[in-house]
């Protein structure tokens, strides 16, 4: 077969993709057998797989068109699909080898500026949004993540101006208005930010976290009835997005999910990590870090303290690693932050971060820990069964867990309005009742400054007393 007619294949099986997949790949594979080493076959059976959902057989196929042909088109390919393959490190590899190939390809530096700043490298990130905006003035996403970037490190004036360029390229971009309804709402035009929400869902009704953000807004405002009619809309159209469900479920009277969707966690606390510190300690006078380690103390053997194995689970920056570095030999920091374990990372007082779901990391790690740490961890987590038999496998006998909770009566666990659940004593001390776990200290204590004057809470430290 020539290439004209290779060509005239291609185009009859392109025309066949979407109404019989099945076929197309098919008369691809039958292709490739016959042509192994043509990256245009390999590349279009590879982006049929992706578009069927296997992408786990796509990965191969676009790695081997990328070593019989390295451009940087291929390599930048290859980075999306590792990236919809969940595998970002890998991702950025390939976009940096296509840049390496071709340092003006716009295209891979776009994918490059938002999979860094997925990963919470931000300054990396915003340096590539302006290499795209000087080779491509017209880049509306670049604006877009070039806003969403400096939102992320706390500056919304500046993401309102990227917002505002967009916008003139393109003034019903979704991602420019969704962006700027979030940069008005940041700084202090609540009024605004709804306007401009609620022009954006004019154009794009269908939009789910357009009326998610709407949601937010008018919660913020104090609507709570509008809210949740946005949220309930926002379902309507997604099912699936499960911020919009924990919100609506923080908002009526519906059963609490067990705990914050793993997506919502990450989200927030990526977008979170680079102001995290100022806005916890200076803004909210966050007060866990010290009362853990003051209740703590009696309770550790000067003779065996240094020597200690310790987890930080939900370690975020490293505000509560910091007070323990002294007593642990081996200090070892847990979170599903990507932004927050970089932050945790360049303190040098960890000697092992681990990104992880909490639980899951207790559950299948061979390691045991003399003390086990979670501040403010449980106002992200409603039913707290699976965390304590995951904390019971990774104490050794004799071990301690210290923890903080926001404080209710009268009922196990509630998803407040803040989106921060509370904890019971009551229900905590049956927790560690049965799984063996001895009440050593638990203290009243102020977690921080909230919107009605400071947070009533407790620390409470609990010893491992038997292996069961």
């Not at 920056?317 to 002294?326: A, E, S």
Request: proline residues 5%; glycine residues 6%; negative net charge.
């Amino acid at each position: 077969m020539n290439r004209a007619q290779l060509q005239q294949v291609l185009e009859e099986v392109a025309r066949q993709q979407t109404c019989d997949p099945q076929r197309a790949e098919q008369a691809l594979r039958s292709l490739l057998a016959e042509h192994p080493n043509e990256t245009i076959i390999l590349v279009r059976l590879a982006r049929l797989l992706h578009q069927v959902g296997r992408i786990a057989e796509a990965v191969p196929l676009m790695k081997r068109a990328v070593e019989i042909a390295p451009t940087a088109p291929l390599f930048n390919d290859l980075g999306s699909l590792l990236l919809a393959a969940g595998d970002r490190a890998a991702a950025i590899d390939a976009y940096q080898n296509s840049l390496k190939l071709d340092p003006n390809y716009a295209l891979g530096c776009l994918n490059l500026a938002d999979a860094l700043a997925d990963s919470g490298r931000l300054p990396e990130a915003i340096e590539l949004y302006r290499r795209v905006i000087s080779i491509d003035a017209s880049s509306v996403d670049s604006r877009v993540g070039l806003a969403a970037a400096f939102l992320r490190l706390g500056d919304p004036p500046a993401a309102l101006a990227e917002c505002r360029a967009a916008l003139a390229i393109d003034s019903g971009h979704a991602g420019a208005l969704h962006a700027t309804a979030i940069a008005l709402a940041k700084t202090a035009d609540l009024p605004g930010a709804i306007t401009c929400a609620r022009a954006l869902l004019v154009q794009k009704p269908q939009f789910a976290k357009g009326w998610h953000t709407l949601g937010n807004l008018l919660d913020d405002a104090g609507d709570v009835e509008q809210a949740t009619s946005a949220y309930r809309r926002a379902l309507e159209i997604d099912a699936n997005l499960v911020e919009a469900m924990y919100d609506l479920a923080a908002l009526t009277d519906a059963i609490p999910p067990p705990a914050m969707p793993r997506p919502y966690v990450t989200r927030l606390f990526d977008d979170f990590a680079p102001t995290f510190e100022r806005r916890l300690v200076e803004e909210l006078d966050y007060r866990v870090p010290k009362a853990l380690r003051e209740a703590v103390a009696p309770h550790l053997s000067e003779s065996v303290a240094p020597s200690l194995d310790v987890l930080d689970l939900g370690c975020g920056t490293g505000l509560v690693g910091r007070r323990f570095r002294d007593v642990a030999a081996r200090l070892v920091g847990v979170d599903l932050s990507q932004g927050m374990l970089a932050a945790a990372g360049s303190l040098g007082v960890y000697d092992e971060l681990v990104h992880d779901d909490v639980v899951e990391y207790m559950t299948k790690t061979d390691s045991r820990f003399d003390l086990v740490l979670a501040a403010d961890l449980f106002i992200y987590i409603g039913q707290l069964e699976p965390f304590f038999a995951a904390a019971t496998k990774a104490l050794n006998s004799g071990g301690l867990l210290a923890f903080s909770i926001e404080a209710i009566e009268g009922r196990p666990f509630s998803l407040r309005r803040t989106r921060r659940y509370a904890h019971s004593l009551s229900y905590i001390m049956e927790l560690a009742g049965r799984h063996s776990m001895q009440l050593l200290e638990s203290k009243p204590t102020a977690i921080r400054r909230g919107d009605g004057g400071d947070v009533a809470g407790h620390v409470v430290v609990v010893r491992r007393t038997d292996r069961g």
